[in-house]
């Protein structure tokens, strides 16, 4: 045998193994087999380029395979696939699933612990190791081919009421993370942590230290952010005050709460910020997805942040300065006087939470909330899972200034999928969900479809143009995740979850080779 | 999960017990109760039970007042509540002994406490105008339309009190909405709406069966009442609300 037949033989043999050390540039263009990062791709638009399922035969869409968690509780994780596998999360529990066949490669069980189990959005990886966040507010990299633990390193003290759900982002060398804590008056941060060593390479706080004079505390980071590698900047949403619902302690804006902030993700300085809601007193984080899109805006070529916030308004900012291009609601919102001069709505005193109640749209929940929406480039519509809602919000000197510090009760609400034109903020079609709300996520892909799920467990398919049904299924319960594509084999799958239970959803195969 | 108590451990629990007597006069279940409460309820129903994001307080719930040893509060957690967005949780007969001691144990201390509670109190709901609020039931509500003092609302004071009553007001969960199906053959069916998404209509009959169709296969006209209080909503001010209130306090 020959040296070049050697070669050739290695060469085939890695080629045939596939496994690649995951690189933290594919999320800046993400190969079809693959679904790198949280948002898939850095910029958050959840729009893939894969164009095998179109319109015209999304009807004969079936199940490829299901995986079965076991567990009770709900899927509201993003997958993560690299190298043909999948990983999916909830509080305490990782697993491997084959992305072919959705049989279990391995499952990781962090021990009992007693941070928050409310949710968890899944893992994010760098060479070959995975970054997994726990309810006692621990980052855990694990190692991807068996699951077995690498390090376990503290983000922030439990016992103070902070917990962790977010899915890490891995810029370059860079594991950036945040954390979750509304129940005390706690300060939000980020941290970049190496991932190497676990050791934390900078810290951002989104408010003073608790205790400051008239200074909030909040500005929870609890959601995985988007990163521009031209500008080498990171967007990340923060959350609300505290006290939550008692804003009379913190008087002002509340900085950095309630915003959508751009820090150097080498150094954690800040560059910019912009405050969807300030002085918020209605629990509307500023954390929901900050997808970037380069297009053009007032006849201009722009580099532009949009943001559909929990709080009611769409916001497109320029995003090389923070500065507002557009801002408007995209529901009902009954809580503002207008938009200042910044394109801020500013908030009516007589809307704060009060002694006999105040009527508020949106709910707490908000007119959306973490599960992602989509940006679709060909139609310059954006596609959110939104939620037209009442509550009545109530707050009075009894109940005090620490954590919730009021109560609220959402009256009604139902589910739409908005498509709203980048442009103008006008909503070019909606589609009913049903009654209460969706909540599930949005994917679209480029031969012009939509992804999603509605209030009643279905999971659809929906033409991107004017919002029909095209396909749907029935999966028991609703989805509260955000669906993901990915070719593997020449076969386009997409995948959601409902409940404990993963879906992979493909064509017959008859009509991929008859194509 | 149950691990076999070493010598060690056994002494370690009765110290645990111990301590739990005295500092906080807490039962050793309770304690157990916490750690299950901890995580898995207290995102919604706040880390005391006072009441978090999405979810009431269970110190003023009169499930909660009325359960013995679970007995009320153990079927709710298994099944959940999934119209108001409350899941199912998977749990052993022990654990939920130990959750509802917990919730009981957060009761009393709530109960023992002045001030400082979240919740709303029948007295926080009297700022409003009886008689404004009549104006605007015979006015611009429009309520007249559909109900009456002396008819439906007679005693709607009596029935529901505080909170309730102004949810009940602003939007009545469950109202039944009337159905009628026209079959291909041209054959009527009259119910209630048991179900519908975009693809499937169901309703059941006034003999009790359910029965449900594709929505492409027939034609069918709903009449839901309840549609006009969601319209409402974007109509209120907070003293309409409020004086609404005043006045169907006093429908007694």
Redesign the interface.
Known sequence: MNLLKLTLLAALASGLAGAQEYDPNWQMKPPTDSWPGYHGDYSGRRHSPLTQITPANVEQLGLAWSFQTGE???LKCSPLLVNGILYITMPDSVWAVDARSGHQLWHYAYPPN?????GHRGVSMYKEWLFFTT?DAHLVSLNAKDGTVRWNVAIADWQKGYWMTMSPMVIRNHVIVGVSG??DNLSGFLKAIDPETGKTQWRWDSTPPAGTPNATTGGMTWMTGTYDPDLNLLYWGTGNPTPVLNGKVRPGDNFYTCSIVAVNPDTGKLEWAFQPSPHDTH?WDAVETTVLVDAPFGGQARKMLMQTSRNGYFFVLDRTNGKSLLTTPYG?V?WSTGVDEQGRPKPNP?KEP??????I?PD??GLTNYRSPSFDPKTGLFIVDAHPS?A?Y?A?P???AF?????D????GKGVLDAIDYKTGKIRWTH?L?P?GAGAGVLTTESGLIFTG???G?VLALNTGDGK?LW?SGTGVPMQSSPITYELDGQQYVVTSSGGVLFSWTLPKSLIAAR | MTIPLTPTLRAFAGLAFFAGTLLFAQAPQSATGE?LF???C??CH??DTG????G??LTRSKLVADDVGGDKIGPVVLNGRQ?K?M????LGDQELKDLAAYIHAQKKIAESQK??????DVS????GNADDGKKYFNGAGKCAGCHSPTGDLAGVAARYQG?KL??RM??PHGAAANIEVTLTSGEKLAGKVAYQ???TIGLRDSNGWYHSWPTSSVKFKIDAPADA??EL??Q?S?DD??NLMAYLQTLR
């Open positions: 009770s509780g709900q007693k941070g928050f189990h409310i309810p509304d129940f629990d009902p009954n007589n009060a002694p006999d109640g105040r009527l749209a707490e929940g009442y009545i109530f009075k009894a109940d005090g954590g919730w510090a009021g109560a009760y959402t009256v009604w009913e049903g209460n509605d209030a009643m279905n049904t749907h | 750690s901890v995580q898995n207290a995102f706040g880390r009441g978090g994001e999405t009431p307080d119209e967005g899941p199912r949780f998977k001030g400082g509670r979240r919740g709303v926080d709901l009297q700022t909170l102004e949810e602003l939007y998404d975009e693809f209080h969601a909503l974007a209120y907070d609300v409020h």
